[in-house]
């Protein structure tokens, strides 16, 4: 086999079953940074030996299986000739017999390996929770939930976040040491503590999510792959906890915001406002997936939460035939009542945009001025840019020219800076 078919087939096992065998063997080692850390050097051995000998006939039960034997390998090195030791040797049927060496005969080796589904989900909703527990910081649940959930290297996490790879490497390394020092459990939480700790899963997720669906920073406005993996994620998440509503209505916000990615762009990558988009192009398929959550998350019956609401936003605009066409009455009501139970400047400040749509720019200027007199998103140019399209729509064209070059200033998006500058060259 090529040198590249064999790394090529590593790729595509490890992205799909990382999270299930990081699971596993945290959940036989109790033990998550070791877990992590097991799973990484399988890795290294089979983009040594996959190419060399051919892929095994159990890719994931091969890894699982080098990755269990180098736990056994890790406690002979430590001495720890006790009853966790004797419990893995004998689940390996080794006889305590362990050679620390990936099996030299894929063709023989793995069928053993049992991947009992319920095992594996509770295993990947544990992983999720201890990658967002709230010991970590914001930045080091998206390091390691992208990691040990999403499979991705820390090269690939670095360009998701646009941080460096030794910076990603830090916080990766500091959170499994904060697990461990906080005696964090290998385990999905009680059903009574459930509800509490799901809140930062379902954080993480929409920030990777929020990131990919409008870049911060660089060359381009969407990213597709970071709002790819959010959304994979997140229709895990729904699978795992089906009986949560508020899961469901953060897949349903996710796939109605991506069912529009196909129109936000132009042949060069150049923005496209909602005004100007071909709505033919909108994913349909993405659309009804979304609106299906939507249900799911309503007929729970406990009243939609702050992901369902925004979710119900989008779908507005996703049964919407053109802009003017859109229910914006309605949009401000949910807006308003998203306003009520989770409380934001974001939401402030959509909801001004919604105000403008439904009632004119005239009553929505006073809902972006409370915000500019509390200092809210002073380092974002969301806010002078929404100022700044009030103020054109009202004729201040002076004003309009000082808010969206401040806009210009902060925003650091290449992309969106276009967006600007043409508006500018327009008044």
């Known amino acids: 086999m090529p040198d590249s078919t064999g790394r090529a087939a590593v790729a595509a096992v490890w992205k799909i079953e990382s999270a299930r065998i990081v699971g596993a063997l945290a959940r036989y080692t109790g033990d998550f940074a070791l877990a992590e850390d097991l799973a990484q050097e399988a890795l290294a051995e089979a983009l040594v030996t996959w190419p060399r000998d051919g892929v095994p006939r159990n890719p994931a039960g091969w890894l699982l299986t080098v990755g269990r034997r180098r736990a056994i390998d890790a406690y002979r090195r430590r001495a720890a000739r006790d009853e966790r030791y004797a419990a893995l040797a004998h689940d390996l049927g080794e006889g305590g017999v362990a050679s620390g060496r990936a099996p030299s005969d894929p063709a023989r080796e793995d069928d053993d390996v049992l991947w009992d589904p319920d095992q594996i989900d509770d295993d990947v909703l544990a992983l999720m929770f201890v990658s967002c527990h709230p010991v970590l910081s914001r930045e080091a649940r998206v390091a390691l939930t992208l990691r040990v959930v999403g499979g991705l290297t ?36 009680p059903p009574g503590e459930r509800a509490g700790r799901l809140g930062p899963v379902l954080s993480v997720i929409y920030l990777i999510f929020t990131e990919g669906s409008s870049a911060s920073s660089g060359d381009r406005l969407i990213r597709f792959d970071l709002a790819g993996e959010a959304q994979r994620l997140a229709r895990v998440l729904s699978r795992l906890m089906p009986d949560e509503p508020e899961v469901h209505g953060l897949l349903a916000l996710l796939e109605l915001t991506a069912a529009r990615f196909p129109a936000r762009t132009g042949p060069d990558g150049e923005p496209v406002l909602l005004e100007q988009q071909d709505r033919s192009r909108w994913d349909r398929a993405a659309i009804r997936r979304g609106r299906a959550a939507l249900t799911r998350a ?34 401000v009501l949910i807006y308003e009542a998203l306003g009520r139970l989770a409380p934001s400047p974001v939401v402030d400040l959509n909801r001004a945009v919604a105000v403008s749509m439904a009632q004119g720019p005239a009553a929505a200027l006073p809902i972006v001025d409370a915000l500019v007199a509390a200092k809210a998103l002073h380092d974002s140019h969301l806010l002078p840019t929404v100022r700044g399209e009030l103020l054109t729509r009202l004729g201040r064209t002076g004003e309009a020219r000082t808010e969206l070059e401040r806009a210009l200033r ?5 992309r969106e800076r276009t967006v600007l500058e043409r508006k500018l060259a327009a008044l």
């Open 410 to 414: 902060l925003c650091g998006n290449t």
């Open 298 to 331: 309503e007929r729970a019956g406990r009243g939609l939460g702050a992901y369902g609401l925004q979710a119900a936003i989008a779908e507005c605009h996703s049964v919407a035939a053109s802009v003017d066409e859109t229910d914006w009455d309605r949009i």
């Open 154 to 189: 820390s090269d690939e996490i670095a360009k998701a976040v646009l941080v460096p790879t030794a910076t990603v490497q830090a916080r990766i390394t500091r959170a499994k040491k904060t697990l461990g020092a906080a005696r964090v459990p290998f385990e999905v939480p």
